[in-house]
């Protein structure tokens, strides 16, 4: 039997941008409940909500000092409990996002801790003397500095790896680890149906605190092989305990490193460490059919036998993947953007939807003075590392502010708004939005999408073709990532499930043409022989 967390569609919110009930410029919890039936009509069955917790909004909600309120900008923890009910009323599940590699300075534990050596919360962060050299060569990563910051009030420094305001908890005292299995157990008891875990893998740091070595890559890496203040072998211990705490009914989604798919394969453990793994290698593939099928066969291969894969295309860190797919005109973009969906939503595994994927979003440069991400403004003018684009507000409507608020947005709104929004969208059977909604009704409906084992057929190269197969059922899923049309044979005839425009119902043995960027899924009574 499947579990609902390997059947389902998962769509991340950024709440911040997503819906504002209030006109003051900022997504909010009321917000997205408003856009429950949205959601719903178009499928999806969780939601991941990025964080929603107080938060002074240095790294905008990944740095929480309460973690168990609502930040006022977002609501009330009533506004939460509403959420998780009309959710649930309409069979969608909420996974919250748990950032507890690090809280921010001003979570009370910090302040605890900050002020005296004698506070019992002192050890659940890193501390080193103040005095002599820096103990190792860490860096923060959105600082590009040091990562350790002084505290004169103590004598010491401690440990931020990603802003210096988040500072890194002490993984390896067991009240820091109670207190953290507390917040779990309150958001669960509240209703919430999982977590995704920010940053998993650097929970636990090198006891020695041994400086990382040399590596020539830029991105991800800053020039460093994470060997130390990341992936230590100690983690899987936690990710253990996490799983008992949820059991198989609760989900757990890491973010274990998702760039090195090595690490987040070895973090489901043997099934009794977290449920699903993010793999970031199709963030990191350029447009090509060969390319992306060579990145699922490798995680696939890399999966330890019962894992349960997950795709993603975007996400709130890295470009949307409309903009890094974009074509030479609008119709291309829109184009390659349906291919990326049939794509991401019929390969074997948990699709991860990202809002505003579902109408082909896309990315614009924003002036130095519209810059709020952390990131971006320290390593502006390289537009391409902050990840202000890759949050604008959703584009509800055609109206300036995109239907997002009646007030000042608090990221611009794309300029396309006028044309491209979820109104216009709805209205046009050929948009994104209706291939999105298309694909997502095809997989509820045929369990050989959801749960069919998966292979590749070999054939032309620009196609990315494959066969999925359960219950007697065998659907034939075949993309043509070219824009130019292309001749195919057709071994398995059969009924089309999917097809552009004009295509006729049925396809017979033989030749066929494909037409530009087109899908064409077929449920066939007969397989392949591995080639198409
Ligand atoms: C990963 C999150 O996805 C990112 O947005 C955040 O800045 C860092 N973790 C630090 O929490
Ligand atoms: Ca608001």
């Not at 909004?57 to 009533?78: E, H, I, M, N, R």
């Not at 072998?233 to 059991?247: L, N």
């Not at 050929?430 to 999408?449: G, K, Q």
Request: glycine share 10%.
């Amino acid at each position: 039997m499947m579990r609902w967390w390997q059947d389902a569609v998962f769509y991340q919110i950024y709440p911040r941008s997503f819906a504002d009930s209030n006109g003051d410029g900022i997504g909010d919890l009321k917000g997205i409940i408003g856009k429950l039936d949205y959601l719903a009509s178009l499928g999806v069955d969780a939601l991941w909500i990025s964080p929603f917790f107080p938060s002074p909004q240095k790294d905008f909600g990944y740095d929480v000092s309460d973690y168990q309120g609502v930040d006022p900008a977002y609501g009330t923890l009533d506004d939460a409990k509403a959420l998780f009910g009309e959710a649930h009323r309409r069979g969608i599940r909420i996974v919250l996002d748990l950032v507890v590699n690090h809280s921010s300075d001003e979570h009370p534990w910090f302040k605890a801790a900050r002020a005296s050596k004698e506070a019992p919360e002192h050890d659940w962060y890193i501390w080193r003397p103040l005095e002599g050299t820096k103990p190792n060569n860490w860096v923060c990563l959105f600082e590009q500095s040091s990562a350790w910051f002084p505290n004169p009030a103590t004598g010491e420094r401690y440990l931020c790896t990603f802003t210096p305001f988040q500072p890194e908890f002490n993984w390896r005292n067991p009240e820091l680890r109670k207190a953290i299995y507390g917040v779990m157990g309150y958001w669960l008891d509240l209703g919430a149906d999982g977590f995704r875990l920010d940053v998993a893998t650097a929970y636990i740091k090198d006891e020695g605190l041994r400086s990382n070595p040399f590596s020539p890559n830029l991105i991800p890496d800053l020039f460093q092989k994470h060997l130390y203040d990341r992936n230590r072998p100690e983690v899987h211990g936690i990710f253990r305990e996490m799983r008992a705490i949820t059991g198989d009914d609760r989900v757990l989604i890491g973010e274990t490193h998702g760039f090195a798919p090595e690490l987040a394969a070895a973090s489901y453990g043997e099934g009794d460490e977290l449920h699903l793994n993010f793999n970031f290698d199709f963030m990191a593939t350029t447009w090509s059919a060969r390319k992306l099928r060579e990145a699922a066969e490798r995680w696939y291969a890399l999966l330890p036998t019962g894992a349960w894969p997950v795709f993603t295309l975007s996400n709130h860190d890295q470009s949307r993947h409309a903009f890094r797919y974009r074509g030479r005109t609008g119709a291309e973009t829109e184009g390659r953007a349906k291919i990326a969906a049939a794509l991401l939503l019929t390969l074997r595994g948990s699709p991860f939807l990202y809002y505003g994927e579902e109408i082909a979003m896309g990315c614009e440069r924003l002036p130095r003075a519209r810059l709020r991400d952390p990131l971006g403004i320290r390593t502006w003018p390289l537009g391409f590392l902050g990840r202000d684009p890759e949050r604008s507000p959703m584009q509800w409507d055609g109206s300036a502010t995109g239907g997002f608020t009646t007030g000042e947005s608090w990221l611009p709104v794309n300029s396309d708004v006028a044309t491209r929004n979820v109104a216009a969208q709805w209205r046009d059977p050929d948009s994104v939005l209706s291939r999105y909604r298309e694909l997502i009704a095809l997989r509820r409906a045929h369990p050989a999408l959801r749960e069919g084992e998966l292979r590749f057929l070999d054939g032309p190269e620009g196609l990315l073709a494959y066969e999925r197969c359960a219950g007697g059922e065998t659907i034939i899923v075949v993309l043509n990532f070219a824009s130019r049309a292309r001749i195919v044979d057709i071994k398995a005839p059969g009924r089309v499930l999917l097809g552009e425009d004009g295509r006729d119902t049925l396809v017979h043995a033989g030749t066929l043409e494909l037409g530009p960027l087109e899908t064409l899924m077929i449920l066939s009574s007969a397989g392949t022989d591995g080639r198409l």
